[in-house]
């Protein structure tokens, strides 16, 4: 017997792993969640139907949508995450000594349910005494919130379903409030490569743009995203992302990592051509 | 009808495009050599059933094994490319107004008979007044050779069939003869992800080190090959790879490039951790 999982990355490009079993199938209020085993990739999490993480390759997501910003900033205390209900973010976000509250806003507790049995390596950044989880809509949640954090990391799913309102102007500018005034955001900014997702990815920039001065994007190479390439945003209210970079104070914590470096951070920043003319189209658009 | 083009990346792991029709397929002396034509990525060719580059994305894959060296030497005047049928190293070559020669070492002359036909946008390398093509084994070739190249690089197949001798240690000293006394050797180094791989970019980085004083290793996301993250070596008797890049002068230049930059090029060599953990394993070894 042969058993895939298969996504389309476009509507002519298809990437499989190659399953032993599948471990849950759940359909909650939100979602369809799907936990399936792979030989390649370890256990790894889908929601309707497209790959969130897998085993193997959780750590570059995770670190490099945490570091970046919590390595810059002078002194992150109070932090947010929106989505990351598999609690990646939180396991990397746990390791800073320095930050005194954890809070997670998540739509869908059956993901983190499920992620507490089936990927327990991840899901561990719950544990953390610190970590306050607030399960509601992350959209309204951020509207009530005024000058709290220092960091907000915007772990959302792709922008259709129920991650796509942490894709408009007013949830960019309700992150913008709920910052510090030396506040930093930071968010998953899908792949430069697919048309499709290049005009996601500029969308996202072009309305980040409207709320925050500084507003950079950052580079991954995620094997199990479409076409490996992922990129960050990273917007801030004062720090800039390369010049603010504590590399002393970051590597003086003497943090385990498995991707991220600060060399690494401050080239991650450098991007290909053809993708800053993607961006550079959105601030001309104006 | 469906008609699709996959590639296993690993046994686990598969990777398909689309094809709206075979263009050719042909059995060399050396491989099979195959072109389809596909909606997503345009015109692409394989080779033993590899993929070796598409019309949409070969630009990175040229553009980084090229760039680097050209923009660290200070005069390169005459390079050797060995492998690299396609071209399209030789096209990003061809750019720069102060090379006098370009050799290339291309095994196999039906690959470069096919490109032209159906690649023609990449086999154009090839009309520079300045090629010249040997049509020979690059193992055998560069054995001839006594200071006489400035760069080289290594255009090579994957590590077995007809590529597999130019993953040699034998093949790696006879290219450091071959260069002058601060020349450099660049060449495709495999993918760090997977395990299979990235043994073989461990072996070839071993070796490298075993022959040139400075062996360093950078990286590029490239969307059709295994796990998107894609390494090249840069091998020197002299320049440093990041130090020595000569910034102003690239630029004065003004060459059109859709990847590279000078900026992405000091980025290109911060790697991540665990690809840093494996190479430095190598160094260990001894």
């Not at 399953?19 to 909650?28: E, G, N």
């Not at 059956?110 to 959209?139: E, I």
């Amino acid at each position: 017997m042969e058993f895939w999982y298969t996504e389309k990355h476009t509507n002519d490009v298809k990437f499989s792993i190659r399953v032993d079993k599948q471990l849950a199938s759940i359909d909650s209020e939100f979602q369809r969640i799907d936990v399936f085993e792979s030989p390649a990739f370890g256990t790894f999490l889908t929601l309707d139907g497209y790959m969130m993480l897998t085993e193997k390759d959780e750590f570059i997501y995770h670190e490099m949508i945490v570091h970046p910003a919590m390595a810059v900033h002078p002194n992150p205390e109070n932090i947010l995450v929106i989505g990351g209900g598999d609690g990646g973010a939180l396991r990397e976000l746990a390791k800073y000594p320095g930050v005194k509250t954890l809070d997670i806003v998540e739509i869908d507790k059956l993901v983190v349910d499920v992620c507490k049995k089936w990927l327990p390596q991840t899901a561990c950044g719950f544990d953390d005494s610190r970590v306050r989880v607030f399960y509601q809509d992350g959209l309204k949640y951020v509207r009530s919130c005024i000058d709290k954090y220092d960091i907000i990391i915007v772990d959302s799913t792709d922008p259709f379903g129920p991650g796509e309102g942490l894709f408009t102007k007013e949830f960019y500018g309700n992150c913008f409030k709920a910052l510090k005034e030396d506040g930093i955001m930071v968010n998953q900014h899908e792949s430069p490569f697919y048309p499709k997702d290049a005009e996601a990815m500029q969308r996202a920039h072009k309305r980040i743009t409207e709320s925050f001065g500084i507003c950079r994007v950052y580079q991954a190479h995620i094997p199990t995203y479409p076409s490996g390439h992922w990129l960050f945003g990273f917007a801030s209210k004062k720090y800039h992302p390369v010049r603010d970079l504590k590399v002393r104070k970051w590597k003086a914590l003497d943090l385990k990592t498995h991707y991220y470096n600060t060399n690494l951070h401050a080239g991650s920043f450098a991007l290909p051509n053809y993708v800053e003319e993607i961006l550079r189209n959105v601030e001309s658009e104006e």
